[in-house]
């Protein structure tokens, strides 16, 4: 079974220039997740969607950040403009459903200078 | 809101030593309970999991948890340590209901000599 995929890996860019990020979940996982791991710190949720749907985005600076599911399968996340505090790993995962077992991509690495 | 705590940031242990990483977490409901590890260049993996029943759970390459819930905790114990074991571990905890993403630790990285 393929696991989760990401690209890319690593991004270098400067501040206040905009970034993307690609997440393709295993097949048939209806619940996809972006995270923000921070050098030194646990992996702090973004967004969460259920299928094409978000059912937490409470926590994602909205002013900056953005993040779509188009038909329940892939997902970018979109980050415009970067600023320097954005520098950090950022992780995908995906789970069958809610209350599951999240398996985890890669994650892409982010510099921003 | 809901937080998790590692006490442990850091552990040194020889090959053949005990292991225990502590975990506490603050939540007002039911929880499931996860660790997770991640190896030098690779990604994040479970290692084991609690949702409910027995309160000890066994977990991949020998190790085990116990979730005692009057202390709110969930540590991780190896009974021997090998050098593969070298890593970041963390903690993470979801609520039953409602919202289910996981909400980690800071993690602690075990760096095991030979």
């Known amino acids: 079974e393929a696991g989760v995929a990401q690209s890319p890996r690593y991004k270098i860019i400067e501040k206040r220039q905009s970034v993307a990020f690609w997440c393709n979940p295993i097949?048939?996982?209806?619940?996809l997740y972006w995270y923000q791991q921070i050098l030194g710190q646990g992996p702090k949720l973004l967004i969460q969607?259920?299928?094409?749907?978000?059912?937490?985005d409470s926590q994602l600076p909205k002013d900056r950040f953005s993040a779509e599911r188009l038909k329940g399968v892939d997902s970018t996340l979109k980050i415009q403009p970067a600023k320097l505090e954005d520098s950090a790993v950022y992780l995908c995962?995906?789970?069958?459903?809610?209350?599951?077992?999240?398996?985890f991509g890669p994650g892409t690495r982010l510099t921003v200078t | 809101a809901q937080s998790v705590s590692q006490h442990n940031h850091h552990v040194i242990l020889s090959e053949a030593a005990s292991l225990e990483l502590g975990c506490n977490y603050s939540y007002g409901g039911t929880v499931n309970l996860f660790w997770y590890v991640q190896y030098p260049g690779q990604h994040l993996q479970l290692l084991l999991k609690y949702f409910s029943g027995d309160p000890l759970v066994k977990g991949i390459k020998g190790f085990e948890a116990e979730f005692i819930k009057s202390k709110f905790s969930f540590n991780l114990r190896k009974p021997s340590v090998q050098w593969s074991d070298t890593a970041e571990y963390f903690c993470?905890?979801?609520?039953?209901?409602?919202?289910?993403?996981?909400?980690f630790g800071s993690g602690t990285r075990l760096q095991v000599q030979p």
């Open positions: 097949s048939g996982h209806a619940t």
């Open positions: 969607f259920q299928n094409n749907g978000v059912v937490d």
């Open positions: 993470a905890v979801t609520l039953t209901t409602g919202r289910r993403a996981l909400t």
């Open positions: 995962a995906s789970s069958p459903g809610t209350g599951n077992e999240q398996y």
